[in-house]
């Protein structure tokens, strides 16, 4: 895993550095998940979902966003995403449990996931991202 928080003036600002299409996705996710919710996520609860985008900032905002409303409207909180990106089209298998207060609640609230700044640029170390998480 490896994000970065970067200092914003109202919102929180993550950038992401990986190998793979799909560890940046990856990581992208654990990022919301750990700002959201700290570090001490499990699973034991699936969720599945596949998305279609017209590229990879829209897919990356799609599933960002899909992860954020499952979450709120389920209660839960994500310990890990298995995602699989096959040119337009991603899917998601999310492994998580049942929010805990006890727990989960010394996170930032995420309202939305920002286009404002939103950056994916490869090249030969991997690939790289600029999110803005709105808070």
Not at 53 to 71: H, K, P, Q, Y
Not at 103 to 125: F, P, Q, W
Request: proline fraction near 1%.
């Amino acid at each position: 895993m490896s994000f970065e928080e970067i200092s914003h003036t109202a919102d929180v600002k993550i950038q992401v550095s990986a190998s793979t299409l799909e560890a940046l996705f990856s990581d992208a996710f654990d990022a919301l998940m750990q700002v959201m919710y700290g570090k001490n996520r499990r699973g034991g609860t699936r969720r599945e979902f596949t998305l279609h985008a017209d590229n990879n900032e829209t897919l990356l905002v799609d599933f960002l966003s899909e992860v954020l409303f499952i979450s709120d409207v389920d209660g839960l909180v994500f310990s890990r995403a298995g995602i699989t990106i096959n040119r337009e089209e991603l899917t998601a298998v999310l492994d998580g449990e049942a929010f805990d207060p006890s727990r989960h609640a010394g996170g930032t609230e995420v309202k939305g996931i920002s286009y404002s700044g939103l950056s994916i640029t490869h090249d030969t170390n991997g690939y790289m991202l600029d999110v803005l998480l709105d808070v």
